[in-house]
């Protein structure tokens, strides 16, 4: 558990970095975690694998095509160098990579969760307000480190049951609470705060407890483990909704 806590530090330090980097005009990559860009490299890699297999189907075919009928002729080589375009530019762009729904983010183990989640709020992220694509940024980090921790959690512990809540009802539920605002309205005052300042301020929250229970995971303190029932219980929905900002 030493080396993770350490690794978990190393993934948080990393994060603070790559966002000083961002603020002094670095370039940001596309995905805001390492087990997200996971998942979309597996994807390119079985799609790259499809692709590879159609073509050398079609170059068998037209080769024992050539044995068969003791060669394929000019007609038979242009109709196989379009099949091979056409497999590619079909393989190329099909099947899409497929982004998680929010009922996705609640089903499956708690492992893969993260990466889950991570894809879920990158596909947010544009709609999202400059303060919160930063945070959105730094949580995606933290849950790096907190999937370090996962790795080796019983998803029938009582942790990964309140971890899944955390990462994958209560934070995404604020974001989808706020892309449901018109755009309009996301920038009007409400009881002295606008929308996208509530956004902020919940996501700073969650950030905070994401990082709490990496820590706390990291020790060993499964029996240990508090997520703040005032972070947990909070209806981060309706702070967005209520006129007067109260949960």
């Not at 393989?91 to 009922?103: A, I, N, Q, T």
């Not at 990158?122 to 790795?151: F, H, S």
């Not at 512990?157 to 755009?183: D, F, M, W």
Request: charged share 25%.
């Amino acid at each position: 558990m030493a080396g993770e806590s350490k690794n978990s530090d190393l993934i948080l330090r990393q994060a603070r970095s790559s966002l000083v980097n961002q603020r002094a005009g670095g370039r940001r990559t596309g995905s805001i975690g390492q087990r997200s860009a996971a998942l979309k490299r597996d994807y390119r890699l079985r799609k790259l694998i499809r692709t590879g297999v159609a073509v050398t189907s079609i170059l068998f075919a037209a080769m024992i095509a050539g044995l068969v009928i003791n060669g394929i002729g000019v007609v038979g080589v242009i109709v196989t160098a379009l099949a091979i375009f056409t497999a590619i530019a079909l393989f190329s762009s099909y099947p899409k990579l497929k982004v998680p729904e929010m009922r996705d983010l609640t089903g499956g183990d708690v492992k893969s969760l993260v990466g889950r989640t991570e894809l879920w709020l990158e596909n947010q992220r544009p709609a999202l307000p400059a303060p919160a694509v930063q945070l959105v940024d730094q949580i995606g980090v933290q849950l790096d480190a907190l999937g370090l921790q996962l790795d080796g959690l019983d998803d029938k512990q009582p942790a990964a049951v309140e971890v899944r809540k955390l990462v994958g009802e209560h934070l995404p539920g604020l974001v989808n609470t706020y892309t449901s605002i018109p755009r309009h309205l996301r920038t009007e005052p409400r009881a002295g705060r606008t929308p996208d300042e509530q956004l902020a301020d919940s996501l700073s929250k969650i950030s905070t407890e994401i990082d709490s229970v990496t820590r706390q995971l990291a020790s060993g303190a499964l029996d240990n483990l508090a997520i703040q029932t005032r972070y947990l219980d909070y209806k981060y929905g309706a702070a967005l909704d209520e006129p007067d900002g109260k949960p």
